[in-house]
C-alpha cells in the first residue's frame, strides 16, 4: 500500500517531501516485510506488493507448479503485541475492509501481523461475510469497526499450507455461493431470462450439496435488483426467480427473510409479492407461524398485511387459483375491487400478486382478519 493511502504505512507531508516516520509507519512496515517473509518461506507462493490498491497491501499466488493465477490479496494490520485471550486472537477490521471484500471477485484476507513475535493469522473476508449473513447479520448492521477473534491455531504460515490454497482455487463452499450471486448479476444485467430461471433450479442442486448455503444473501441480491427502476417484463422474471427458490427452500426462509424481500427499502417490491406468494403455495404452514401480517401492518404496510390475511383467509388455496376462481377478496375494511375480472387476470399475468393491491380499497373501519 502506498504511504499516502494508509496511516499504516506512513504519510506524505506538504510539498511532497516525507514527514518524520512514525511509531506506526515502522510498526506497518515491519509487519508488511513479515508477511512477506512467511508468504516466501512456504516455497509455494510468490508475494508481491500492490502500492497501488487501496485495502490492498499484497497479492500472493501459488507458485508450485506452476504460476497460474490462483492468487489472493492480502490486507495487513502490524501490532507490536496483539491481545490474545481466551476466545482467541481480538482482531478489529474497518468495515470498509468488509464492503471492498464483498465487492471484489479475487479473495481478500485479512492479516494480523505480530512483529514482536514473528507470526501472523488470518481471516478470509468473504467466506466470513457469507458466514456472518447465515447467521442473519448483514455487512449494513456492522458499525464502524467490527472485533473478530481467531483461535491462535489459524496463523498465516498454517493456512498458506492448506485452507488458503483452496481459497486461491476457487474450492470453498463459499465461493460457490459467489459464483451463483456474480451470475444473477450477469443475467439480469445482460435481461437474460433463460439463464435467470436456470439458475433458480440450480440452487436446489446446489443446497443438496452444501446444507448450510446461505440463502439470503441471494435474496438481498435479487431484491435489492428488483428495488431499482425496471420495465414490467423484468419485475415478473425476478418474481419467477424468488418464485422459484422459495418452493424449493421456503422452509429455510425466515420471517426476516420474508420481511426483506417484500420489503427491501421504500416501498414494497413486486417481484417479492411474487416470492411471497410462491411461498403460501409451497410452505402456508411455515408462513403461518410467522404473523406477517401484523409484521407489514406494524412496518406500515397495510396493504401488504392485507394480501397475507386473504391467503391465510383460503388455506390450501394456491395463487393461481385465488387469481381465476371465484373468489370474495375481502378481509376486514379492506377489499378488492374488481369490476372486469379479464382486464384483472390481465394484470396479475403481468405483476403478480401485486394486481391485487392496484384494486384494493379501503372502507370505513380499521383493517382486521
Known amino acids: 500500500m502506498s504511504p499516502e493511502k494508509d496511516e499504516t504505512h506512513g504519510s506524505l507531508a506538504d510539498g511532497g517531501i516525507m514527514s518524520q516516520r512514525s511509531d506506526g509507519q515502522r510498526i506497518g512496515s515491519m509487519g508488511q516485510r513479515l508477511v512477506e517473509l512467511l508468504i516466501e518461506r512456504t516455497g509455494n507462493w510468490v508475494s508481491r506488493r500492490q502500492d497501488e490498491d487501496f485495502g490492498i497491501d499484497l497479492e500472493a499466488e501459488i507458485s508450485k507448479p506452476s504460476v497460474c493465477g490462483e492468487i489472493i490479496k492480502i490486507q495487513i494490520k502490524s501490532q507490536e503485541t496483539p491481545e490474545i485471550t481466551p476466545r482467541g486472537v481480538n482482531v478489529i477490521i474497518e468495515s470498509k475492509y468488509l464492503r471492498l471484500a464483498q465487492s471484489l471477485r479475487v479473495p481478500l484476507v485479512f492479516v494480523l501481523a505480530d512483529i514482536t513475535g514473528e507470526r501472523a493469522w488470518f481471516l478470509w473476508l468473504q467466506g466470513w461475510l457469507a458466514d456472518q449473513r447465515r447467521d442473519g ?148 404452514a411455515h408462513l403461518h407461524g410467522m404473523d406477517l401480517s401484523t409484521a407489514f401492518e406494524e412496518r406500515g404496510y397495510p396493504e401488504v398485511a392485507f394480501y397475507c390475511r386473504l391467503r391465510e383467509k383460503y388455506p390450501g388455496v394456491k395463487s393461481k387459483e385465488l387469481a381465476f376462481g371465484d373468489y370474495e377478496y375481502t378481509v376486514g375494511s379492506f377489499a378488492v375491487v374488481v369490476e372486469d375480472k379479464g382486464w384483472f387476470l390481465n394484470k396479475w399475468a403481468n405483476r403478480g400478486e401485486s394486481a391485487y393491491l392496484d384494486y384494493l380499497e379501503q372502507r370505513e373501519g380499521p383493517s382486521q382478519a
Do not use: C
Open 137 to 284: 447479520r448483514t455487512i449494513e448492521s456492522f458499525a464502524e469497526t467490527v472485533t473478530v477473534y481467531l483461535p491462535e491455531t489459524e496463523t498465516l504460515l498454517a493456512g498458506l499450507q492448506g485452507p488458503l490454497v483452496q481459497v486461491a482455487r476457487w474450492g470453498h463452499e463459499n465461493q460457490m455461493l459467489l459464483s451463483l450471486i456474480d451470475t444473477l448479476k450477469t443475467a439480469i444485467a445482460t435481461q437474460n431470462q433463460n439463464v435467470l430461471l436456470a439458475l433458480a433450479n440450480l440452487i436446489k442442486s446446489v443446497d443438496s450439496a452444501y446444507r448450510s448455503f446461505p440463502l439470503e444473501q441471494l435474496i438481498d441480491t435479487i431484491v435489492e435488483r428488483s428495488a431499482q427502476p425496471r420495465a414490467a417484463w423484468e419485475l415478473s422474471m425476478l418474481g419467477h426467480f424468488l418464485g422459484i427458490v422459495g418452493r424449493s427452500h421456503g422452509e429455510g426462509i425466515s420471517k426476516q427473510d420474508v420481511m426483506r424481500m417484500v420489503i427491501p427499502g421504500d416501498g414494497y417490491s413486486r417481484a417479492g409479492l411474487v416470492g411471497l406468494g410462491a411461498l403460501y403455495d409451497e410452505h402456508e
